[in-house]
């Protein structure tokens, strides 16, 4: 029984590193790679729904963020999900 109580102990804790790892990694400069298909409306590259694919986890975070709000909320940042599969959350 003792045993049992460790192991999941064990794997509660490495759950919470990984979630503390992911938020983290949260790097909305990361996001550059995606200027183009935001600001000129050219469809988004591999490298920028690579990256989109990376931060999805991040996309409430950076939509709270007064500075990026206005670029995760805008249409052009929905159709650049949306091309690229990953759609964005609803926060």
């Given amino acids: 029984m003792k045993v049992l109580v ?3 102990v064990v794997m509660v804790s490495m759950a919470n590193v990984s979630i503390g790892g992911c938020a983290a990694s949260c790097n909305s400069q990361g996001l550059n790679v995606c200027a183009g298909a935001l600001f000129k409306s050219i469809p ?6 690579s990256k989109l694919k ?3 986890p991040c996309m409430c975070q950076y939509s709270k963020d ?6 995760i909320a805008s249409p ?16």
């Fill in 44 to 49: 988004p590259s591999t490298s920028c729904c």
């Fill in 76 to 91: 052009n940042a929905k159709n650049i999900a949306q091309k690229c599969g990953t759609p964005l959350p609803n926060c």
């Fill in 54 to 56: 990376q931060q999805a």
């Fill in 6 to 8: 460790v192991v999941v």
């Fill in 66 to 71: 007064p500075h990026l709000h206005n670029f």
